[in-house]
């Protein structure tokens, strides 16, 4: 059975910086694309970043540069660094691998 759960969200100011993690079982990071993906209050969820199982990454226009994901295969852990963060990227923040979904980490930008 496949789990994922997140965690490192928070409150911070805006131009902070915070670094997500989720931790998979049941699933191998090396086989499956992991993606991180954020839901703002209202709004539809939407793809911030991707890194397939070759180790490639990808980013929504709205955060390159700002966003990076990264993996550790013998932790079986994926991370998002987050920096510069700006009110906008206030909102839930869930993890998706191999059709699964965790439950998400808060992550609060205050002007």
């Known amino acids: 059975q496949v789990q994922l759960v997140e965690s490192g969200g928070g409150l911070v100011q805006a131009g902070g910086s915070l670094r997500l993690s989720c931790v998979g079982s049941?699933?191998?990071?090396?086989?499956?694309?992991m993606e991180w993906y954020r839901q703002a209050s209202g709004k539809q969820r939407e793809l911030v970043a991707t890194?397939?199982?070759?180790?490639?990454?990808n980013y929504a226009d709205s955060v390159k540069g700002r966003f990076t994901i990264s993996r550790d295969v013998a932790k079986n852990t994926v991370y998002l660094q987050i920096s510069n963060l700006k009110p906008e990227d206030t909102g839930v923040y869930y993890c998706y691998g191999a059709l699964y979904w965790g439950r998400g980490t808060q992550v609060t930008v205050s002007p």
């Open positions: 890194i397939t199982r070759h180790g490639t990454t």
């Open positions: 049941g699933l191998i990071f090396t086989v499956n694309n």
